[in-house]
């Protein structure tokens, strides 16, 4: 199925299934802006972990005002998400690099 066949199916999902097609695009950009305002948080308290408040502050306002995550936030995309799944891993793995004190290494 070439990618107007997928248009044709996300258009009959959304506007031609019975569901209020307003409500659903509200409700779907309103949860990819709550995953916007998660990765804003996650980038201020990973920051700020790293470098302090007064760092992590500095890294939340870079990436408040960076032009990619303002637009992207307001669409219904995968970008927000993966960007947040992406820095919640770093993070992981940093804690997980700091914890680990195993003799072998």
């Known amino acids: 199925m070439g990618s107007w066949g997928r248009c044709r199916v996300s258009e009959n999902f959304i506007y031609r299934s019975g569901n209020d097609s307003d409500q659903v695009i509200v409700q779907d950009r309103s949860m990819m802006a709550i995953v916007g305002v ?31 995550l303002l637009a992207h936030s307001a669409l219904i995309t995968a970008d927000v998400t993966a960007a947040f799944f992406f820095i919640a891993a770093a993070c992981s793995y940093f804690r997980l690099l700091n914890a680990v004190t195993s003799p072998g290494f």
């Open 38 to 68: 998660g990765l804003c948080l996650l980038i201020f308290f990973f920051s700020a972990r790293l470098f302090g408040p007064v760092g992590g502050l500095i890294f939340e306002l870079l990436a408040v005002f960076d032009p990619n």
